[in-house]
């Protein structure tokens, strides 16, 4: 199958080194504490983060919390740090975000996986230490999927994370290129993933210049790696910028609400 034409356009009508579209919302979840939603071209995850919540404390009955702040307690007092944040991250798929109707069972293997990724990912720029003694939850779920799920999810988070306050050392941002027909092609959708090439998915920290997640599913030359990854990069920079630009907008929004209500 020719997945680049000899015009130079990919199946969905771009070029090689052209990413989708990008689309965000932020406070998406009324009920978390930091939300957002994320799409590359017809990709869309969504993100929820809870936290941090403090440590449980002993206390007698008359001392206790009510409901509403018992929902902020850790509830794996076991896991806890004491020194730093506790980082917990679970992904899921929406039964009806893919072209096979199956249903997908709850923790399976490939979902575990994912999750250990975004979460190592993740805990590379949270400022945990500032947190000790808590907790702090991030749920992802992908609503609809057409390659590059683990990019958008970890953008998704990114933003949901900054939406809910939680200090960083930079945003984390993700994005991955392909070599196809001997091409290298940024972000791919689902039928240039599934075809069988190279896959490199990056995820990097942008002002600190450090690369946080780094995957391949394929071999590849050095010197074609390179370029590949190179591509990734960019891509990631490019997502960067995006989130910056949208977090401003949210931040401009929030201050004319508050001179607005004074």
């Known amino acids: 199958m020719e997945y680049v034409n000899p015009e130079g356009l990919r199946l969905d009508g771009r070029r090689p080194m052209e990413m989708r579209q990008l689309r965000t919302e932020i406070g998406v979840v009324s009920r978390a504490d930091g939300s957002a939603s ?12 809870y936290g941090p919540r403090s440590k449980v404390i002993n ?7 009510n409901r509403t702040k018992v ?20 992904y899921s ?22 999750s250990l990724v975004i979460r190592q990912t993740m805990e590379a720029c949270i400022l945990t230490h500032l947190m000790p003694r808590s907790q702090i939850d991030i749920y992802v779920q992908v609503l609809q999927a057409d390659g590059g799920t683990r990019s958008a999810c970890i953008n998704a988070a990114t933003l949901a994370l900054a939406d809910a306050g939680i200090p960083m050392r930079d945003l984390v941002t993700s994005c991955s290129a392909g070599y196809l027909n001997s091409t290298p092609l940024l972000d791919l959708n689902y039928l240039e993933d599934s075809a069988g090439g190279a896959d490199v998915t990056v995820g990097i920290l942008p002002k600190l210049d450090k690369v946080t997640l780094l995957q391949m599913d394929a071999k590849l030359p050095m010197d074609i790696f390179e370029n590949v990854m190179q591509l990734a990069v960019e891509g990631c920079k490019a997502v960067e910028s995006h989130i910056r630009e949208i977090l401003l907008e949210n931040a401009q929004t929030l201050v004319i609400r508050q001179g607005y209500g004074s």
């Open 38 to 49: 994320f799409e590359m071209g017809n990709t869309k995850v969504i993100a929820a983060v």
């Open 59 to 65: 206390r007698s009955a008359s001392e206790m919390p």
């Open 71 to 90: 929902k902020k307690l850790v509830q794996n007092r076991s896991q806890q740090m004491n020194d730093q944040a506790l980082v917990r991250c679970e």
């Open 93 to 114: 798929m929406a039964n009806f975000s893919t072209g096979d109707r199956r249903r997908k069972t709850k923790g399976d293997r490939r979902s575990t996986e994912i």
